[in-house]
């Protein structure tokens, strides 16, 4: 396998026609109805995956878990993870996404990957189409979270075990960030997409901080790594695009990635499962969505109130100006009036003058 090129219809399979394509969509029951509420763009990309003329991405949260399952298939998270942390990752265990409760309202950090390694580190991976939704303040959260399993997991063993706890025990504990659609503040940074993160000291003080980052801007990826120079780009590559000509570079690259696409592949072959699959990830998509465009109202009205706020001020320093100005005027009036009373007395005076003179 590996010493031939692989042709596009050996890894996408045979190409169909618009018009089958349509056909089973219209056979498979429940599948028409479904496709139908699809925006027009979501539409064109599900029949082109089936029509096998376009890939599907992996940044459907569904379709990475599938693909990067660490209990069926722990090699491949293990080798993703092992280029991203720089060292070897041995998986140990899949840990439950869902945190203990953190407040008294019972609020839950879901992660969509969680691992613990043989070397008793944790890794999070999130994917994300949005990267509004997933900012620094978040990605803090997502860490301390892990620290704070790893406090109670190191305390109870110790509690089994009779041993005394230290702090010393508690292992590294990684938050990886793959995000399709980055926000701005990375785009200050074009042909920057690995983003690495850890606490330091200003002085040079050297401490073992557990908190580590690395997070990873999809589409600045896409838009400045055009060939595979190495096997993360290969990784990313796979998650990121679904043109079959980046799929094709990938595979005649590193051919072992085949299997991988071949099994996202097969879901041409599964349209009930693909749709379900599709649903589930929509529906995610449609609450991140949600959740996107409140927080946009929200930074708006916040913008919006700030604003009237400014507005305020001005006006009041307006009102102010004027009512200095209307205290001004008024005092000059009452100086014209005074002035008009003293003429008016002068002129009376040089009345009973002239009549004086005139009666001499």
């Not at 301390?144 to 089994?160: G, I």
Request: aromatic share 8%.
């Amino acid at each position: 396998m590996c010493g031939r090129m692989r042709s596009k219809e050996e890894i996408f399979g045979p190409e169909l026609t618009r018009q089958e394509a349509l056909r089973i969509i219209m056979e498979t029951p429940g599948m028409y109805a479904w496709y139908m509420t699809l925006s027009q763009h979501l539409k064109e990309e599900f029949l082109e995956f089936l029509m096998g003329t376009r890939g599907l991405n992996l940044t459907y949260d569904p379709m990475f878990k599938a693909v990067f399952d660490p209990q069926q298939f722990p090699s491949r998270l293990e080798d993703f993870l092992s280029l991203c942390l720089g060292e070897k990752a041995e998986i140990l265990s899949a840990l439950p996404n869902e945190s203990s409760r953190l407040t008294e309202e019972g609020s839950l950090l879901v992660m969509d990957l969680l691992v613990r390694l043989k070397s008793g580190a944790l890794v999070n991976v999130e994917i994300q189409k949005i990267g509004y939704l997933f900012p620094g303040q978040r990605c803090a959260c997502y860490s301390s979270d892990l620290v704070m399993r790893q406090y109670a997991q190191v305390r109870d063993s110790c509690r089994k075990e009779n041993q005394t706890f230290s702090y010393r025990q508690i292992r590294k504990v990684y938050t990886i960030v793959l995000i399709q659609n980055s926000t701005p503040e990375f785009h200050q940074f074009p042909g920057k997409y690995l983003h690495r993160a850890r606490q330091q000291f200003d002085t040079g003080l050297q401490l073992d901080m557990v908190q580590e980052y690395l997070l990873i801007p999809l589409d600045i990826f896409l838009e400045s790594q055009h060939n595979i120079s190495n096997r993360l780009d290969a990784w990313l590559m796979l998650i990121a695009s679904d043109r079959p000509e980046q799929i094709l570079k990938v595979i005649r690259a590193y051919p072992e990635f085949e299997e991988i696409y071949r099994q996202v592949f097969g879901f041409r072959r599964q349209v009930k499962e693909l749709m379900n699959m599709f649903s589930d990830a929509l529906k995610i998509l449609d609450a991140n969505t949600t959740k996107y465009m409140i927080e946009q109202q929200k930074e708006k009205i916040e913008e919006q109130n700030v604003k009237i706020g400014q507005q305020s001020v001005r006006i009041e320093e307006q009102n102010a100006k004027i009512g200095q100005q209307t205290v001004k005027i008024e005092s000059q009036n009452a100086e014209i009036e005074l002035l008009k009373k003293a003429n008016k007395e002068q002129e009376e005076k040089i009345e009973r003058l002239q009549a004086l003179l005139s009666s001499k």
